[in-house]
């Protein structure tokens, strides 16, 4: 192959490669529950910022708390359990693209020193139960929490509630940490064109390499 044919074929494998990183803004507000409210690990409704919780009330887990009630989060510094008293919900509204299909993703592991062996919980899509996770407890310490990643696909409605249901029982709960949620990797339109123009210009190079690019 020509030089210039190479050049061409690497701009266009460039192309290529731009067309296939779609934008992944994560629209959840406080998906890692860095900001919150209240005093201590236990938070009913103190606040957190972007969620509403309701029901039992929820544990909020920083280091600040002391190596007794602390664990390692999945990402930052905090995370939550799900059950303080009893099972808790919490729920976030967020603003979506009519149609859009979004991918939810979020770690999940198990409020540790105690507890039932299997901790579950419902997660919900305006009222509607998309997923079930579980998560086995075997002994898990602070800073071995196994967190496990779960991902669902949800569609947008323009504007649709999360929410995270505990359907464990009493007060040592699924834990939760870095909830996001994204477009799904579809390219937009503009992008479709792109590629094509990359593809074509790739067999051009490919085919005339030897005669047209000298």
Known sequence: MKPTATIAVSAALAVLYLVSQPT???LI???GFESYGGVGNSNIGAGLDGWTISGGGID???????????WQPAEGVVSIS?????????????????????SLSFFMAA????GPPLRTMDVLWDGAVVGQPTFAYTGQGPNNMGWTQFMYNVTGTGSDVLAFHSTTPANFGPALDAVSLTPASVPEPSSLVLLATGLMVVGLALRYGSTAFT
Do not use: C, H, K, M
């Open 60 to 70: 909020i887990v920083p280091p600040s708390v002391g190596s007794q009630f602390y």
């Open 24 to 26: 992944r803004a994560d």
């Open 29 to 31: 507000i406080n998906g």
């Open 111 to 114: 409020e540790i020193r105690g």
């Open 82 to 102: 799900l059950n303080w008293t009893s099972p808790a919900t919490i729920t976030q509204t967020v603003a979506t693209t009519p149609g859009q299909l979004y």
